[in-house]
């Protein structure tokens, strides 16, 4: 989090456009890459993150459960299942939430110390973001509630030859920005949510110069090699971009503008930038999706997921009129898609003046996510989003709402510090 | 071109279905670099080539004449321009067009022996063509009738150092098909004639083993910073792959479909499968477009091109609505460029089976331009392209429309062997 208030006796609006500023004023930086254990601060040693608010380990249930228990094993900490369970129950384990540690986690949301993490830095307000890797094109990853030797190489393979190959051309390059890749991405059809093939290819291609000077050739192959398959590679970086971008626009006194979603287990979750870092906790959200042969949707499981911090900072689905090739991946139609994305314009307090959408004649995304408008509309955020399936491993992807439930009870925690806020009404909305 | 015909008697929808399954079925794949003197067939080292139907040297005028010339000086062949003029108009050098040699031309399309180019080979039919190199990120290109110190190191440089170091990248890896590069880019925004920025990322990424393990480390560095800077890169290598692919169409007794398109200062000209090697001329093209600061569409010049073999096979303004970021390079709006590219279904015998565009839900590229549908409805292939100025250089970019007079030309000289065409009445056309 950044400090920075609003002007003493600032309206809402006042301290929503601050708080918008910084959504689009943030400048992520990929300057390193290194163990979740030696960059993320306050991390212990005997804990596990995982998606979602804060909760006691006895709160989780099936595949999110199953994640946190088998991200134990990973790292040593447990010796087998009922043993990793043991040791959380006793406290001897402990399970932490990942935006308490400056961490986004993709779907369950595993990170445990000796995990590689992406650190990116804002440049323009000076606050970090961690992210981990994606796992690769398996359906079977630890993210998605899945664990067997197959899911332990992969992850094996990502610490020991893939996040030391990329953390050295990351070093040599000096950093890389990441605006400029998501900036182009937008305009070659990613939405850098459920689609980044281009940010990806765009990111290789500045480490490629880097890797050249490796002295460790076989493992710059086998990294181009995994880069070569892993079109969502990119997903990881544009989370911790996310996350440092949203974090920068929280904690400014009197925003009614979401700074974080989340989902769990439980439910999803929302942050708002004036309401301190309490969650407003509703139900899973709605869905509709594509299922990968011999799934249907009664097939998904909520195991958490906090990817939508994309969303939240105006890519994602409120960019997915940039990525029409997604109706591949998660179904829908173009007109759809466009009905959707021109949606977010009305729950949102601007228009970004970097990310654009070319179908749209290079208007901006919809950015800053206000609850109130959220709240009188009647809309609720969209989110491009990966579906997990009951038994773990991907199973499909989709769009997801955000409950409503969420925004109400933000809005009304609101209210009660700052009084009533007045909605304008219907003609005066619409009035130009 | 490849032997092949149509069964014995058969009827022009026979005849224009074999060539449109020519089109759709050919399989470009880049075999080497080399040389054009050493490969392509019949290019004596007194000739210089270029855009448009063969003419006589002086049929040629403006900036088509100086590129003529300049490549000459180029290749040492002339000690200044006046030198040039006087041994083309001597018959000591000869101009020849690209067409007749299995070449294709970008704007002016100067080829010269010593110019590298790339070899693609139809894998399907077995046929090859070739195209040369862009030649950077410059306005003030020999292509667009410059010439100078600047254009001249420019060349040299493609000379000497990329194309040594690509060709040996793809020797090592074998070959390198290109089809599945267009099929993924036109999913990531490119049309594949005035934007290629996702196809020269995924070649790039192709080579970029093979760059790995080479010996001149140096000219690696070079190779990958100038790929970086050309978006325009994979142009060539989409135009190549146009040129084998057409020309396979080409030559089926009784077909009416176009099988080249092409222009220069002399006009516009289609070659049509069914008719032989006699091009169909008619004025320029009309046109609309965008033109870079200080410039106006007065000061357009015409000095030929023929990377509207793109359009011939399915590609560029035939595939423009999977290519919205167009409209920041070449003007036009989404609702204009979804339009055209509708329209272009009206005058094709078929959809692209590989070539989708993700804005209509996947549908296939309009592909098979039949000479009779082009006369009947009197809407013209639009083509997207770069444009040239007055004094030389790039100056913008628009879409071109083939005048009709081509096309009129081609039907009846279609009817004068074939007999009258019958075409269908409006209400045959427009039942299910």
Redo the contacts between chains.
Sequence with gaps: MVSGSPPAGASRDEANALALERLVRSDPVLVDVRPAGEVVPGLAPNTVLTSGPPHPFTAYDDGQRDAIVYGAMYEGLASDYDDGVRKFESGELRVGACHDYGCIGSLAGIYTPSMPVFVVENATYGNRGYCNFYEGESHRRLNYGCYGEDVRRNLLFIQDVLAPAIGEAVRRAGGIPLKPIMRRAL???DELHSRN??AT??F??EL??H??ELGD?EA??KT??FM?DADYFFLRLSMASGKVTADAAHGIPGSSLVSAMTMSCRGAAIRVSGLGNRWFEGPHPSLQGKLFEGYTLEDTAWMGGESLINETVGLGGFAQAAA??L??YQGG??EAMIRMNLEMYEITVGEHPEFHI?????RGTPVGIDVFKVVETGITPCVDAGLAGRDGGQIGAGVLRIPIECFRDAAAAYEEVHGPVRVPAEHERTAP
């Design positions: 305009h070659m059809g093939t281009a290819l765009l290789t291609r490629f110069p890797l050249l050739r710059v192959r181009l090699a070569k029409f090739p109706q591949a139609s173009p070319p179908y749209f004649g290079y």
